[in-house]
């Protein structure tokens, strides 16, 4: 199990309850906590105050997320069963013909939610990214970090 904290917890103890949620009846799981380069300090607080190592991992850029997307969608489809499927053969041959692969890749990225391209805007400040600079490097004030172990 996994547990994703968008925004810092008040106080140690909230972090604790949150994250213990990963762990319950022996399972192992883990916590991802994100937060801006200016919250870096109050995370190392947290990370002293709940006695755990924190490991930090950059966020993925979009080419991964993109990527992670298309892999999702294709497990997908590898369980859509075959009979269902012959009632769209017609149309799917009428496109291949049409587009050749781009009517695949076009179906791919609708199903992963990206019918537009992807926005050049931060998720977190909704700032545009300025021309030339690199598409993933909106998400260069999130920082990650995983609790690993008890520091005790």
Partial sequence: MQIIHYE?????ETFVHRSGRTGRA???GTAILMFTSSQK???????????????FISPPSMEEVL???????????QGVHPESTQYF??????????????ALASALAH???????????????????????????????????????SAA
């Fill in 41 to 55: 300090r109050t995370v190392k607080s947290l990370e002293r105050d709940v006695g755990c190592k924190f490991e």
């Fill in 26 to 28: 022996g399972k192992a």
């Fill in 111 to 149: 199903l992963s939610g990206f019918s537009q391209p992807p926005s050049s805007r931060s998720l977190i400040s909704h700032e545009q990214v300025r021309s030339g600079e690199k598409l993933n490097m909106h998400c260069s004030s999130i920082h990650l970090y995983l609790p690993l172990r």
């Fill in 67 to 77: 990527e992670s997307s298309a892999e999702h969608v294709i497990a997908t489809l």
């Fill in 89 to 102: 053969l017609g149309a799917a041959e009428r496109l291949t013909e049409e587009l050749g692969p781009h």
């Fill in 8 to 12: 810092l917890p008040n106080d140690p």
